[in-house]
């Protein structure tokens, strides 16, 4: 499985733009990338998966180069109540439910984000 | 109920204790996992079931911990001679087979404190 290597914090004011991105070297042809928010003392929340370009859903962007080595995750105009703990994930998102089910979470990157 | 429902949210326990650690997933979501989490640190996987069987038991960490999910639905967690090193948040998540966006539904967590 694809390790992942992600800013361990950064810090934000409300309104802003907000951009993470995670490094994923030695990405598989079948990997998918997924990102997961967690609030404190809260199970991690999925916010978006993509395998190539862009995805857009109603929370978030995700800009995945051509090389796939690496993606973004784009927070438009965060809130405080973004604060949060981000997470990306590399894995074969076809396939959770088949023989490997072991999603490696790293560290996250924890973001501030103030008024 | 909707969502992942983990209990005790909360087990104090001494050393040497057994503890058991439930969780009920969401209806129909045939695959379940348990991953447990440190102060500071992501998700650590321990186990995935498919149904009733363990279809990845890689994560866990020696054979004190067990899990089972005899019906495929509600799945236990059990931990026998309790260590202080095994105080951490236990986290259960579902999801749909067959759904390919992969997205994994966490519940809050049972917080384990072996002291």
């Known amino acids: 499985l694809a390790k992942t290597t992600q800013p361990i914090s950064m810090d934000s004011y409300e309104g802003q733009e907000v951009n993470i991105t995670c490094s994923h070297n030695n990405i598989a042809t079948n990997d998918y990338i997924t990102w997961y928010q967690q609030f404190p003392s809260q199970g991690p929340r999925f916010i978006i998966q993509g395998y190539k370009t862009k995805v857009t859903n109603e929370v978030a962007s995700l800009f995945i180069p051509a090389d796939r080595k690496s993606s973004t995750l784009s927070l438009p105009r965060v809130s405080l109540s973004d604060t949060a703990v981000y997470y990306c994930l590399v894995g074969d998102g076809m396939n959770y439910g088949g023989s490997q089910g072991n999603l490696i979470f790293g560290k996250g990157t924890k973001l501030s984000v103030k008024p | 109920g909707a969502g992942v429902s983990q209990t005790p949210s909360n087990k104090v326990t001494e050393k040497g204790k057994y503890v058991e650690l439930r969780c009920d997933p969401i209806s129909g979501h045939t695959a379940l996992y348990w991953y447990r989490q440190s102060l500071g640190q992501g998700p650590e996987f321990l186990i995935y079931f498919q149904g009733t069987g363990a279809a990845d038991d890689s994560g866990l960490p020696n054979d004190r911990f067990f899990a089972v999910r005899p019906e495929g639905s509600v799945s236990t967690l059990k931990i026998q001679r309790t260590e202080r090193g095994d105080s951490a948040v236990y986290l259960c998540?579902?999801?749909?087979?067959?759904?390919?966006?992969?997205?994994?539904?966490f519940g809050e967590g049972s917080r384990l404190t072996v002291l």
């Open positions: 998540a579902s999801s749909l087979r067959g759904l390919d966006t992969g997205e994994l539904f």
